[in-house]
């Protein structure tokens, strides 16, 4: 009984707003009350009322939206409601929404304390709970992409997927802008190099055009230096395949005449300071063919060498597995006839681009964040403390994940028109990378530890990856220890457990074996899973995302396909490597699809600048607050840092960082 004071919020997209009826109704402990007010919500306003309320409600629980239409249904988007009362000094309870409110069914939203099953003895939202997740199982479902892959949302056309997961107006008009310039552009660079003469490596700038990257420019002119392939490895847009060597490979075959190259490699290997990039993922994969043209694959190893400046420098390369009863494998060195370093060079970056699209950014990125946030859909109602923490990191990775399956990776997609591990090789290189998607390899202390990179100080990624993890895990745990005081708290809490299990069991094809818990036993564990699951969808996204304009631009620092064998001489000529390299449609297509992709978003959201509230009271804004600090905090050494390098870093840092997998 007494006055409340009703604030209902919505979104700011072109669409947000309805001209349906909007109707009301308050839940408290000890009574329901409909409000007789009736809102027409617009877009990107605030609207606020008082009404007097006879029956006395208690302590408020929900807040029940009833949209009404005559002919025609007009969705609306809800950002929250607020309703304060009953009286003047009553207390404000904040009913977090950010979603889509479709036909006329009711939507009960709880009040927004974080709260699990636990801390709900009396059962007061036992039954929301259950019918909300029930509904959400029949929205979210588990599909099957490509047999022997882990799973993803079911669907096969954007109209499949909820509309909380669409983009927003402002996000698919910028997406689509970008495919349309690209494809324009493409159309031109096509028509005009129809006809063109295409045999010298400077032939490539007629199709190059970065004007939102100073770095490719400067790739452009200095891809050919060892020290320029060398930092890639360790700092470009795949630092995922580097690893220090604990002894020679045993791939590595050297044939008589090159016992002081083995000599060199036993001093650098006996000083720490001996590393490998091996590409043996690639070995037998089957190779595109592209308008009737077969196109060519290799499993390159290159050992490098770690500089006491910093520099990584390549030592030799070798572009095949050896196979029994065949010639040994050709060693190529930087001594070699500079075109046959170069193709050799030019090899593994072409290795580089099909193992980082595939495995490092589609698998471990985007597919990996699609099983985290199907799961926490399916398994996590929106009052549950561990679904508010995470759901502003799974923002459009489905919808972007759709796109890819679509028009990437898709049967006459981008792979097949000019990838050489197009129809059907990528595929199989995804199914082989799965054994490799291990969960010690997402946490970048395990990971980083593994393959030998701490302490190493040109590693910038290695440096930053470490930063913002720790910055997370205290994010994490700051969140957590809100909300579970014990080990007990969380082994106890069923809908976690089943999280984690959906996880690690369903949509991760049983992955127990490769060290993703299908339980969480302790405050530590659930911390540790939880950092993953956020760092996977910001900051090891875009360790693989952001660079692909700075490195993949200058096609032949990295290209897409290469259209002759691996050479078995070192007789090679420039029109030996122009013969191997894209040609330019294939170059025009690449540079179009990674301007789209690798641009720099104008519309994105920085890890830990969501602007929802899925929280009430004033302990995790405290936490969120802190977490923002020590982002800021990690900017400026960065920014600092960057200042005094040639090349700066800036993949990791905090404003570039997207918070989800949006791209």
Known sequence: MGLYRVRVSTGSSLCAGSNNQVQLSLVGQHGEAELKRRLRPARDQEEAFEEDVQEYLGP???????????????AWFCNWVSVQGPGAGGPEFKFPCYRWVEGTDVLALAEGTGRTVVDDPQGLFKQHR???LAERRKLYRWGNWKDGLILN??????CDLPADERFLEDKRFDFEASLAKGLADLAIKDSLNVLACWNDLEDFSRIFWCGQSKLAERVRTSWKEDAWFGYQFLNGTNPMVLRRCKQLPARLHFPPGMEALRAELETELQGGTLFEADFSLLDGIKANVILCTQQYLAAPLVMLKLQPDGKLLPMVIQLQLP?????????????DPPMAWLLAKCWVRSSDFQVHELQSHLLRGHLMAEVIAVATMRCLPSIHPIFKLIIPHLRYTMEINFRARAGLVSDMGVFDQVVSTGKGGHVQLLQRAIALLTYSSLCPPDDLADRGLLGVKSSFYAQDALRLWDIITRYVQGIVHLHYQTDEAVSKDAELQTWCREITQVGLLSAQD???PDSLQSLDQMCRFI?????TCTGQHSSTHLGQLDWYSWVPNTPCTMRLPPPTTKDVTLETVMASLPNFHQASLQMSIVWQLGRRQSIMVAVGQHQEEYFTGPGPKEVLKQFRE????????????NAKLDIPYEYLLPSLVENSVAI
């Open 323 to 335: 196979r029994e009863g065949a010639p040994p494998p050709l060693l190529f060195l930087p001594t």
């Open 514 to 516: 490769r060290g993703f």
């Open 130 to 132: 259950e019918q909300e």
């Open 630 to 641: 020590e982002l800021a905090a990690m900017e400026k050494d960065v920014a600092a840092r």
């Open 60 to 74: 408020l629980l929900f807040v029940k939206l009833r949209k009404w239409h005559f002919l025609q249904d007009d």
């Open 153 to 158: 949302m079911a669907g096969s056309t954007l």
């Open 531 to 535: 950092t993953m699951c956020i760092f």
